[in-house]
């Protein structure tokens, strides 16, 4: 059976939804399964120039690190944007805008960390096997810090 491109965009879509859930929820195993086994993670700074040397993570072990890194936030929220993919038989590269919310509690006031993501995507999927990242260039365009409140303003915790 031959898959049309809805479906092929589906599948790759669905890929960065198993990371952001996985990453939100704390869930490894989730998280992981969004990568090639000999993926590459590569997370640049924000606004960095042509200049900059990411942070690489190679393979899950270290890609898996991830998890626990993200862990230092009590609470993140990834609200997926708009994606596009140019898909080549079993190789695809794609470009994912996101929304990336981090909670920071504070004595001061807690505050949201927001980061506008663009992730460059490649993608691969082996014989019988599931779309996969083979390399993912994880780029914040920008950041900022937001006052965190309940419904009435007041200040409060998700």
Do not use: K
Not at 19 to 38: E, I, K, N
Not at 102 to 123: K, L, Q, T
């Amino acid at each position: 059976m031959t898959e049309t491109t809805a479906e092929v965009h589906e599948a790759l879509r669905s890929v960065a939804a198993r990371y952001a859930a996985g990453v939100d929820r704390r869930q490894l195993d989730l998280f992981l399964s969004a990568f090639h086994p000999d993926a590459t993670l590569a997370v640049h700074r924000p606004q960095a120039g042509p200049d900059d040397r990411p942070r690489l993570m190679r393979g899950h072990p270290e890609i898996g690190r991830v998890v626990e890194l993200i862990a230092r936030y009590p609470a993140t929220f990834h609200l997926l944007g708009q994606g596009r993919y140019e898909v080549r038989g079993d190789q695809a590269a794609g470009e994912v805008y996101c929304v990336a919310s981090h909670y920071v509690p504070s004595a001061e006031g807690d505050s949201n960390r927001v980061m506008y993501i663009r992730y460059e995507d490649e993608y691969r999927r082996d014989r019988g096997g599931p779309w996969q990242i083979q390399r993912r260039d994880v780029r914040p365009v920008w950041t900022e810090t937001r006052q965190v409140g309940d419904a009435s303003g007041a200040p409060g915790r998700p």
